[in-house]
């Protein structure tokens, strides 16, 4: 079983940066998509960005334009999340995903399931 670990979360001011990283436990097999979620207290998920590895795009979904941004690592089966100029609203917990076999859709399409989840980090933005 292929597992998700994040880091990188944590308390940080606002205007502030944090950059969140994500590895699989494994680097076979290679991942298919990889993404963010994030989900703040009382409010619904939401994909945050995505990439389709071998169609080599990344897609800002829900992600802040211009504060955030997806990346994937130079290692097999890691992604990033840069994110910049931190807003309180931007406190959540942040997952990673991942899909190590081929979707019918693209990592952002509505119909697109994300098979494996970690267990989140926590991103708090305050002063």
């Known amino acids: 079983q292929v597992q998700l670990v994040e880091s990188g979360g944590g308390l940080v001011q606002p205007g502030g940066s944090l950059r969140l990283s994500c590895a699989a436990s494994?680097?076979?097999?290679?991942?298919?998509?990889m993404g963010w979620f994030r989900q703040a207290p009382e409010k619904e998920r939401e994909l945050i960005a995505c990439?389709?590895?071998?169609?080599?795009?990344?897609v800002l979904v829900d992600a802040p334009k211009g504060r955030f941004n997806i990346s994937k690592g130079d290692a097999k089966n890691t992604a990033f999340l840069q994110m910049n100029n931190l807003r309180p609203e931007d406190s959540a917990t942040y997952y990673c995903?991942?899909?190590?076999?081929?979707?019918?859709?693209?990592?952002?399409?509505?119909?697109?399931?994300?098979?494996?989840w970690g267990q989140g980090t926590q991103v708090i933005v305050s002063a």
């Open positions: 995903v991942a899909n190590f076999v081929p979707s019918h859709y693209t990592c952002a399409e509505p119909g697109n399931q994300f098979g494996y």
């Open positions: 494994r680097v076979t097999p290679e991942v298919v998509q």
């Open positions: 990439f389709d590895r071998k169609a080599d795009n990344t």
